[in-house]
Each structure stands twice: as C-alpha cells, then as structure tokens.
C-alpha cells in the first residue's frame, strides 16, 4: 500500500499486517475530527450527504462522511468510474456498485474502507474497534458470546477487554461480508468462534444457525485480527464463488 497527501494509511493500520489478500482488495483510511470545516471538505463537491443525514448531529454527519470518501478511493483503486455517490441501501448498508464489494468503518477519529470486485469476493468486511471498557462488556457480553467463546481467548492469554472486544468486531466483520448474500440482519450469537490462533492473528467462525441455502449452520469462516496500540482490526474475505 502506498501513501500520498490525500489518501493515507495510517500508521495504526500499517503496523497492523493482516496477512494479504488473495485478490486486489485496497484499503483506504483517514483521521477525521468532528468539525464542519472539515465536514465540507469530505462532502464536496461531489460527495453530498443524503437528505436523510440533514439533521443529524454533526458527529454522525462527520463519521459517515469520512467513511464515504474513504470507500469512493478504495473503490477508484479498483477501476470503478462511476458516479462518487455510495447510497445508503436497505437497512441503512451501503449500496456498493454493480461488480463490487466493499466494508466501511469508523471508530472515534478513524474512518477505513476496503473495496473488491465481485469477480474475486462474493463479500468482505473489516471492522476497527478500541477496546470497549470493562464496565459496558459486563452489560452487553452476554450478547455477544458465549462463556465457551470467552474462555477461548482467556486460555490463551489474551486480556479480557481486548479478547471480549475481538470478539465483537470479529463478528462485526462476518456480517459485513455475508450481508450481500444474505440480504438481513442477523445475531452476534448465530456465529460463534471455534478456533483461535494467536501466532498468526486469524480464528474461525461457525454458524450455529442457517442463514441461507448457501450459508448453512455448520458453515466456517476465518477472520483476520490484529491489535495495534490505539485500535485493534478485524478483517473477513469471502471468496467468489465458482
């Protein structure tokens, strides 16, 4: 990946090294601050929020609009010519082109977006996370895994706040990537993480639960992780099918 003064990686990404994709898969990234000035510089000329945003709070407004530019550059980095507007679709997901793929994330001060072309990915996903506080974990854990999920990490030494918080994303990255095929939402409960390797930053993912004729319980999937010193990053790439 290569920088200019515009689209830049950050340093916290780089550092990260997820293993390479398979398949031409840019990622692009930005620091964003809640500011209008800033605001407006993500949004023209041709890059306007939807009406729908009109009168939401500038932090969303911002968030959204970081995620935007950086999903339109990851996609440029592809090939794609088309018009620099990604709608927001059914569900509020991003409507990516005809031909693509793509994910976008956002986490206090950091935007990324990753984009592929269907010809390689039948969907992918990358999510970016600070590691959520141990008070709100103990209120919202139970809904994200189970004690058996939990214990995995743990038994291998991973702190619980960072573990816990890989597991959220790592799920978080999974939906991203099934989304264009299963068309819904779906529970963090309906996967759970049946392997974990930390040497190589990667754990697999099983659906307990069918999801589509394609996506069936049983079903495996990996997912990429890294943790840097401000964020940590989880990425899941699905390949084409034949």
């Not at 959520?132 to 999920?149: G, K, M």
């Not at 999974?174 to 754990?203: C, E, M, N, S």
Request: net charge positive; proline share 8%; aromatic share 8%.
């Amino acid at each position: 990946m290569t920088s200019t003064s515009t689209d830049t990686v950050t340093p916290e990404l780089t550092l990260y090294c997820l293993p390479p994709s398979p398949a031409p898969l840019p990622l692009v990234s930005r620091r964003y601050r809640v500011d209008a000035s800033l605001l407006q510089q993500l949004t023209e000329p041709d890059q306007p929020l939807p009406a729908s945003l009109s009168r939401a709070v500038l932090k969303r407004q911002v968030e959204f609009a970081a995620g935007r530019w950086c999903a339109i550059r990851a996609l440029r980095r592809c090939g794609y010519g088309g018009p620099s507007v990604i709608p927001i679709g059914i569900e509020r997901a991003p409507c990516w082109p005809m031909g693509y793929v793509g994910a976008i994330s956002h986490c206090k001060g950091l935007a990324v977006a990753i984009a592929g072309e269907q010809q390689y990915f039948s969907g992918v996903g990358i999510d970016i996370e600070r590691p959520v506080p141990i008070d709100t974990l103990r209120q919202i854990v139970s809904h994200i895994a189970t004690q058996p999920e939990l214990k995995l990490g743990i038994a291998r030494g991973l702190p619980y706040e960072i573990w816990s918080t890989i597991l959220f994303s790592a799920k978080e990255s999974l939906f991203k990537a099934l989304y264009p095929t299963v068309g819904r939402y779906f529970d963090f409960l309906d996967a759970a993480i049946t392997q974990l390797d930390t040497q190589t930053g990667q754990l697999q993912l099983q659906l307990v639960h069918s999801l589509t004729s394609r996506h069936i319980a049983g079903n495996r999937y990996r997912v990429d992780y890294a943790v840097g010193q401000e964020y940590l990053v989880t990425r899941c790439l699905l390949e084409a099918w034949p």
